[in-house]
Structures are given as C-alpha cells and as structure tokens.
C-alpha cells in the first residue's frame, strides 16, 4: 500500500494526540486522584429522610483527623445545613439526597457539582485548604423559586472553627434567699478532647468552671448563684463558653407568686 | 466525471478518467501527470499542522486550566468508581 509521506504524518499525529488524551486523563486520575461522581450508594425512600439517621438531621460530622462528612438535603427551595461550615486543611466528603424533585448540589466556581436525585445519594470528597466562602446553587430547574435556591459553603480559618454548642436552662423567676440554678451543657462534635471555661455573668456576680468536654459528647455541669448576692430585681446574665454565649434575664422577688400560673 | 483539477496554472485529471479515455473532454488544455510522491500539497499541510497546533493547545488549556485550576475538585480513589 502506497502512503503518501504526509498522510502519513497526520495519521501519526493524530494517534499521538489520542494517546495525549488518554495519557492526560489517566494522570487526572490516577496522580492527582480525581473521581468522577457515581451512584455507588445504596438508594433509599426519599418520603422517609426525616427517619434516615443521615439525613433526618443535616449536619457536618468529623470523622477522623481532617476528615469530615457532610449530610445535605437539597430541597424545594433551600439547602440544609445552610450555611454548611468546615474548617480549612480538611477533607470533606458530602452525601446529598432530595426528598422531592431533581435539584443539583453546586458549588460555584470549582469542580464540585452533581445531580441530586430524590432517592439517590450524591456523594463527592473535595479537599479545602484555604478559607473561603463558596455560593452553592441548583442547576436543575425545580420550581417556581428555583432560581433563589442558593447555599453557602463556609471554609472557616482554623482557630475559628468549632462544633461546639452550648445550651442553658435557667429559671425566670427565684424567690429571694434561693440558689438560683444554671444547667449548661456543652456539646463537643469534633473528636478531640475540648478543654475550655464556662463562663456566668450575673449581675455583678462571676462564675467560672474549667471543664473538659470530650470528643463527640456533651458535658453538663450546673452552676449555682445565691440569689441573696444579687438582690432583688431583674438581673441579666450571660454564659460564654469560647466563643459562643448564651443570654436570659433572671427575676429575684421577694416571694414567688404561686397564683401566676392562673392567672 | 472527469473534471480536471487545476493547481498552481497546471492541470491535472482524474487518473481513473485518464485511464479510460485518453482525449480530455471539454478543456483543451495540456495536461501534466505527477507521480505518487511528487504531489506535494504543502500549503494543506501546513494549515492542517495550524488546526493540530490549535486542537492541542486548546486541550491543554481546557484540561490544566480550566479544569485542574478550578480547585477544590472531586477526589477520591480510581477503584472506588470502578465498583
């Protein structure tokens, strides 16, 4: 067979450019471990979220050391959690299931961008190194509002972030010469050890405990203030622990008036 | 059929034609046969070499660029989107 020199070099270069191809494609891969988004987990009813122990409850959870796990639902016309926040220097893998309609999780301006299919779950890992806040929008028209439904992803700067979260229950009303009690309990989400200091401010009143909060539960400690320190009157406190806190008004009288409930 | 092929003021003609009859129809010109290897269409090479240039620049600045440079990106392990 008589080739001409020339088509002879363009069907080289062609095969070539081929192999370039498969040759980039496999070094995306395989050296810099880039995957492709596929339905690798199980389906579930996309009625039933609200009973899924992923998704009954959108949230971020830790899972190791840097190794985060996000559960978002996607829904006529918001994200959940919203905003979803992780810390930077991590590795995050979302889950993202639909309860009603096609949505689509995207993450504005980088690779991170799938089909959310009710009954399905969508699920990527992306690594975030640098603080930055990301928009979040649905690319697949589902509905009316469809072009409001917008997210955030928040990658906050280490020392700013935390998964702690503090609660208090204390009462409205004290009767004057009683103790005035103040139930805080910390929740600690990330695996290490958080060591940290309640915090009460009553009136002219401070109280601290140093307190140890162990990775993924809840210490619950409860502080005590005479009310005969304080007086009678309304006093505004505040529980801080880090930086979150937690504010109420306590009321010192003289005699709590038991008839209020009939009143 | 038959139609002649004129490049650079010569014209050629479709061997299978020439084989058939050996009087050109409809052009009274001289007509000149080049072997195989003589045909020599440098300006086609050339502008094909120009769209290969371009096809594989463009495919680096899609893939390295555009796509590589949109961090953060989907990662995770080549076997896990076999099974």
Known sequence: ?263 | MGIPLAIKNRVYLDRRMSQQTDEPTGVNAPTTEIGHDEYDPIGTLALIGLYFLILVILWFFMYFVEFLGNDPTVIGSIVMGVL
């Open chain 1, 1 to 263: 067979m008589n080739i001409h020199a020339y088509e002879k070099l363009w069907l080289i270069a062609a095969l070539v450019l081929i192999v370039g191809f498969i040759v980039t494609i496999t070094y995306g891969s395989v050296g810099l471990g880039i995957a492709m988004i596929d339905d690798s987990e199980d389906a579930i009813e996309p009625s039933e979220l609200s009973e899924d122990e992923r998704f009954s409850d959108p949230r971020v959870e830790q899972v190791g050391e840097n190794e985060y796990e996000a559960y978002v639902v996607a829904q006529t016309f918001i994200f959940q959690p919203d905003p979803i926040e992780v810390p930077e220097n991590s590795e995050v893998t979302f889950y993202v299931t639909s309860p009603d309609v096609i949505h689509s999780f995207s993450v504005v301006g980088t690779n991170i961008n799938t089909m959310v299919i009710p009954g399905e779950v969508s699920t990527m890992t992306a690594e975030f190194d640098e603080p930055e806040e990301y928009g979040i929008i649905c690319n697949e028209y589902c509905g009316a509002d469809h072009h409001n439904m917008e997210g955030e992803l928040h990658v906050l700067p280490e020392d700013e972030f935390d998964m702690t979260e503090l609660s208090v229950e204390a009462p409205d009303e004290v009767e004057l010469g009683d103790e005035a009690a103040f139930d805080v309990s910390v929740e600690n989400g990330q695996l290490d050890d958080l060591e940290t200091t309640i915090e009460l401010e009553v009136g002219d009143e401070t109280l601290t405990e140093d307190v140890t909060v162990a990775g993924d539960s809840t210490e619950e400690t409860t502080l005590t203030v005479d009310t005969d320190d304080l007086g009678e009157g309304d006093h505004d406190w505040t529980v801080t622990v880090d930086d979150h806190d937690e504010s109420g008004t306590l009321s010192v009288v003289e005699e709590l008036d038991e008839g209020d409930d009939d009143e």
